[in-house]
């Protein structure tokens, strides 16, 4: 029984003082990184929502998440009624693609980090994901800058596969034969390729156009790997 009191009035007393002035650094400082982390997004995000909307909840997720976690720290009490609380709260927020879950994850451990007063290891962290961010994009710049899919459509008498094979592997890094119909006298033809530069896709069009004028020619976009 002594024991059980000792317990409760353990979790009723103990909580540590919080510094305004240094709760108030760390919030400006979350602020900042949060707003860093934005801009990164922005400029260097592959995701294709809106990018600027979507950025804009990352100040306010690590302010808050920095809040609540300077709170409770104070009190094991608080900290056991925040799992209560966590347990019947469901987000339903959409998450439509893996950049995007990626990049709140990281918003979040600011949040963590400057709340739990780790304000030299979240600096030091934050500052090395965006530099691998920036470079990793500067990268796959350089690399590879059109991933499509590339459709083909005309009479079947002037559509040739070996040629038109022949005109996209001039132009293209990697090259698949997705699908081929063929009904009512044309024929479509389905590709995923991907393109070195804007200009290798410009190139090839031109060269599939002299093939005969009578082509359809489409790009769209195609998000995954080959």
């Not at 709170?71 to 987000?91: D, E, N, T």
């Not at 063929?182 to 991907?194: K, N, P, R, S």
Request: with cysteine; hydrophobic share 50%.
């Amino acid at each position: 029984m002594d024991r059980i009191q000792t317990f409760q009035e353990f979790l009723a007393t103990s909580s540590a003082d919080v510094s305004v002035l240094s709760f108030m650094i760390n919030l400006l400082i979350a602020a900042f990184l949060s707003s860093i982390l934005a801009w990164v997004y922005v400029n260097y995000g592959k995701a294709l929502s809106n990018r600027d909307s979507f950025s804009r909840n990352f100040l306010i997720l690590s302010m808050t998440i920095m809040v609540i976690i300077t709170i409770v720290k104070s009190s094991l009490a608080l900290s056991l009624g925040l799992v209560g609380a966590l347990s019947i709260v469901r987000y339903r927020t959409a998450i439509k693609e893996p950049e995007e879950l990626a990049y709140t994850f990281v918003a979040i451990a600011i949040g963590l980090g400057m709340g739990a007063d780790q304000v030299l290891i979240t600096i030091l962290s934050f500052t090395v994901m965006v530099i691998l961010i920036i470079v990793r994009s500067k990268i796959n710049k350089t690399s590879v800058s059109e991933f499509v899919n590339f459709r083909v459509y005309g009479p079947a008498d002037q559509v040739n596969i070996e040629k038109i094979n022949n005109v996209l592997a001039g132009h293209t890094i990697e090259l698949k034969l997705k699908r081929f119909d063929e009904e009512d006298g044309c024929v479509e033809v389905l590709y995923t390729a991907i393109f070195g530069s804007m200009d290798d896709m410009v190139a090839a069009k031109k060269e599939l156009n002299e093939l005969s004028s009578d082509f359809n020619l489409s790009y769209f976009e195609n998000i995954g790997s080959i």
